[in-house]
C-alpha cells in the first residue's frame, strides 16, 4: 500500500521491521560501488587481446605509410577516423581523434573559448565577457556540471523530460540572453536518465537562434552505440540537422570508446562543420605534438569497423544488460506501489536514474555510506550538486557482480523506504 | 683563407665555382629532412617489444592492485611515478604523470594559470592581468614560444651564453617588471644550442626573487638522460635548489619519454612542489578522467628502471651520435677557417645550431628549400620567428640515414657559403 494512506502507527510499525533489516545489514560491513559508470572485470576482458595486435613493426604503419611510433598526424590516423566516421555518421574532414579521454576533450574546447573565443575571427573570449552562464538539462552528468562551474560560469538547471530537455525553456533562454554560451547534452541513453533525445528536439536545438553569436551545443554522445537490448536506437546526426538551417558551427560533437575499448586507455574524437574542425586543428598545433597514434592503430585493428564494434557492443550488453534487469526487478520487487519512489528503464547507456520521495535522498545517501555501500553523491546530477526537490540518486549497476549488487539494491531500497518513513511519520 | 679578406674577384670566382655546384645539386631533386627532431627508424625499432609486454590480464594490474585498463590512479601508476622519480631525482609525491605529449602539459599549465592564476590561493589569473610578459632564452625551442605568442604575451628575447642564458639580463628583468610572469629553459642539451646550464645558473634561477609573486619557471628538462657519448651531465635539481631559498612554488619541471620510446606514444611527467602539485592534481580532477595507464605500465614492465632507461639511451646514443659527427665532420672540413659559420658540438640532445654570417640565415634556408631539404625555419628559434641578426639555424640530423644527412649537410654548406658571398660581393 502507498506510504502516504498509511496511518502513523502503522508507519512506525513498518518502521521497526526495517530498522531490524538495517541494523542486520550494518553488521554485515558491506563494502559495496555503485557511485560511478565503472566497466566490469568481464568487459575489460573482452578488449584484453587489443594489447597485442601491433605485433610486428609493419603493424605501426598506417595506408598512408606513416609510422605511428614516430611524430605526425596531428587529427589522428586514417583508419581511426574512418572508424569514427562510421560510428558518428559524420565525414572524416568534420573529425579529429583526440586522446584518451573526451571529457579533456570538452575541457580544452570550453578553455580555448574561455581564452581565445569561439572559432569566428575577431570573437571575444567567453573570459572577457564578464559573467556567463551555461545550461544544464538536469539531471545530468555531474563531470559536465563540474567544468563549466570551475571556469566561474553560472550554471542553469534545464528540466529533462521522457523525449529530451525542455526546448521551450531552452528555446525561450538562449534567444533572449546573450551571456548564454552554451548547453551540456547527452542525447542519446542519457546520464543518468537514458533518456533518447527524440528526433522534433534534435531538430529545434538544430534550428536554435541563439542571441549569443558564440553560443555553442556541447554534444556528448558517449552512449552513441551503447545498447542493453541488442536494439541502437537511431537518431538523427545533430550536425546535418543543424547544416539545414546553417547553424553547423553552432555544434560540437564528442564521443570516445571509453566504454567500448578501456576507460583511460580508448580513443576519444570531437566532430564539428570543417571550418570550426580546420580551427581546432590549428590551436591544437600549438598545444600538442599530437595524440597517441599507436592506440588508435590498435583500435582500428582490433574492430575493423563499425560492424566490428557493434558485435563488441553486443557482448558488453550480454555481461551488463542482467544487471539492469536485477535492479529493476528489485525496485519493482521492493518499491513498486508504495509511491515513494519512480526510476528509469534504459535501453541503454550506464545509468538508472531514482527519484525517491522528495526531500529525502540526501538521507538515502548518508544511510547507505553508513551501510558501506557508495553511491554517486545526492545532488550530483543537478549543477552545484544541489537537487531543488531532493529526489534523484544515480544507480551505476556495471561494475559489481550480480550477487554483489543485489545487496547493494536490496539495501537501498531499504534506505528508500526508511527515509521516506522517517519523513513522513 | 677567411672569406672577409678575399677580393671581390676572388669571391666572384669562387662564386661561380659554387653556383655550378648548386645547380648540379638543384638537378638532383633532393628531397631531404633535417627539420625536426624525428627519431630514426632504428631507434624505434629499440623499442617495438614494448608494444607486446602486457600479454595477460595480470600484466595490467598495479602493485597496489588498480586495474590499468579501468578507470582510477589520475595522476599515474606507481610504477611510473618511481621511474620519473628516479630519472629526475625528484620524489614520487611532487611528479604528476602526464599524457603522450608534455608540450601538452606545458600548454595546460599555461592555459590554467591565464585561466585561474598560478596555485596559490587568491591568485588572479594571467588572462585578467592586462598584458604580461615572457622570457625567451633565444635561440631556443619554437613550440615553447609559440604557446605564449598564442596567448597574447609578449615575448621577450634572452641572450643565450656558453653556460646558460644570461643571468644578469633574466634578474634585472624579473626583478624589477611585474608584469613578467615566466620563462622557458631547457636546461641540458638546450635547443638548439645543446647548451648544458651550469651550476651557478641553476642556483641563480633558484634564488630569483621576481617582482611578480606569480612568477614560473618552465623548465622543460626534455632531454634530461638524452646524452650522446655515455657521459651523462649531472646537474643539481633544480626544485631542491629552489626549495633552499623558499622558491620551490615557483618551478614546474618538465620530461618525457618521446625521445626514449615513442615520439606521440610516450608518457609525459610534470614535477613541482608538493603544495603545486596537490593544486594542480584538484584541478586535473575536473579537467579528464585520468591519462592511459596502460601505457605507463608499458613503460614501467619495459624499462624497470632508470638503469633500464640509461642503457636505452646507449642503444640510441649508438645510432644518433654517428650521425652528430658526421655533421661536425663536414661542417669542420667545408666552413673552419671561412669565418663565416660556427656551430654548437653538443653532448647530448636533438640539434646542432649553426650560426652563419649575419644576415645569411634566411636566404641559406630559402636556397635550401630550393634544393629540396627541408630545414626548420630561419628564425625559428627565436620569439616571433624574428631572429634579430638573421644568422641562426637548426640542424637536426637524427632523422636521416648517414648518406642522405651526408648530402643534406654538404648542401647547406655550399648554401653557407653562397650566401656569404653573395653578402659580401
Redo the contacts between chains.
Keep these: 500500500m502507498e506510504y502516504t494512506l498509511l496511518s502513523k502507527e502503522q508507519l512506525l510499525e513498518e518502521k521497526l521491521l526495517l530498522d531490524k533489516k538495517y541494523e542486520e545489514l550494518k553488521s554485515k560491513k558491506l563494502n559495496l560501488n555503485m557511485a560511478?559508470g565503472?566497466?566490469a572485470?568481464e568487459q575489460?576482458?573482452l578488449?584484453?587481446d587489443m594489447?597485442?595486435v601491433?605485433?610486428t613493426?609493419e603493424d605501426?604503419i598506417t595506408e598512408v605509410g606513416t609510422?605511428?611510433?614516430?611524430?605526425?598526424l596531428l587529427d589522428g590516423i586514417p583508419g581511426a577516423k574512418r572508424l569514427f566516421s562510421e560510428i558518428l555518421g559524420i565525414p572524416s574532414e568534420c573529425l579529429i581523434i583526440g586522446?584518451?579521454?573526451s571529457?579533456?576533450l570538452m575541457?580544452d574546447t570550453i578553455?580555448r573559448n574561455?581564452?581565445f573565443g569561439v572559432e569566428e575571427e575577431g570573437s571575444t573570449?567567453w573570459?572577457?565577457q564578464g559573467k556567463i552562464k551555461f545550461l544544464c538539462p538536469s539531471p545530468g552528468y555531474d563531470?559536465h556540471f563540474?567544468?563549466t562551474a570551475?571556469?566561474g560560469m553560472e550554471l542553469i538547471p534545464v528540466d529533462m523530460k521522457e523525449d529530451g530537455p525542455d526546448m521551450d525553456q531552452i528555446e525561450t533562454l538562449v534567444e533572449n540572453d546573450e551571456s548564454i554560451k552554451g548547453i551540456w547534452c547527452v542525447p542519446k541513453y542519457s546520464n543518468p536518465t537514458g533518456v533518447i533525445f527524440s528526433d522534433e528536439v534534435i531538430r529545434r536545438f538544430a534550428s536554435l537562434k541563439p542571441k549569443a553569436k558564440d553560443f555553442r551545443i556541447f554534444w556528448d554522445d558517449a552512449y552513441t552505440i551503447h545498447f542493453l537490448y541488442n536494439d541502437l536506437a537511431s537518431q538523427p546526426c545533430l550536425l546535418e540537422e543543424a547544416k539545414k538551417y546553417g547553424n553547423e558551427n553552432m555544434v560540437y560533437i564528442f564521443t570516445s570508446t571509453?566504454k567500448i575499448s578501456?576507460?583511460?586507455?580508448g580513443v576519444s574524437v570531437i566532430a564539428s562543420s570543417k571550418h570550426n574542425i580546420e580551427a581546432i586543428k590549428k590551436?591544437m598545433s600549438?598545444?600538442?605534438?599530437?595524440?597517441?597514434?599507436?592506440?588508435q592503430m590498435r583500435h582500428v585493428k582490433f574492430f575493423g569497423s563499425k560492424e566490428g564494434v557493434i558485435e563488441q557492443m553486443k557482448r558488453h550488453a550480454e555481461i551488463i544488460a542482467p544487471k539492469f534487469k536485477l535492479v529493476d526487478e528489485i525496485f519493482e520487487r521492493e518499491l513498486s506501489g508504495l509511491g515513494i519512489a519512480k526510476w528509469s528503464k534504459p535501453e541503454g547507456g550506464y545509468f538508472i536514474s531514482l527519484d525517491t520521495m522528495e526531500g529525502t535522498a540526501k538521507r538515502v545517501y548518508e544511510m547507505m555510506c553508513d551501510l558501506g555501500v557508495n553511491l554517486t553523491p545526492a545532488g550530483a546530477t543537478f549543477p552545484y550538486g544541489k537537487d531543488p526537490r531532493d529526489c534523484n540518486l544515480r544507480i551505476a549497476p556495471t561494475f559489481p557482480p550480480l550477487s554483489e549488487l543485489e545487496q547493494a539494491c536490496e539495501a537501498l531500497c531499504l534506505c528508500v523506504k526508511l527515509a521516506a518513513i522517517e519523513k513522513l511519520a
Design positions: 560511478r565503472i566497466l572485470k575489460l576482458d578488449t584484453q594489447l597485442s601491433l605485433k613493426k605501426c609510422d605511428c611510433r614516430n611524430y605526425g586522446g584518451n579521454s571529457l579533456n575541457y578553455a574561455m581564452i573570449p573570459a572577457a563531470r563540474s567544468i570551475k571556469m571509453s578501456f576507460p583511460g586507455s590551436h600549438v598545444q600538442t605534438i599530437g595524440h597517441d597514434k599507436l592506440n
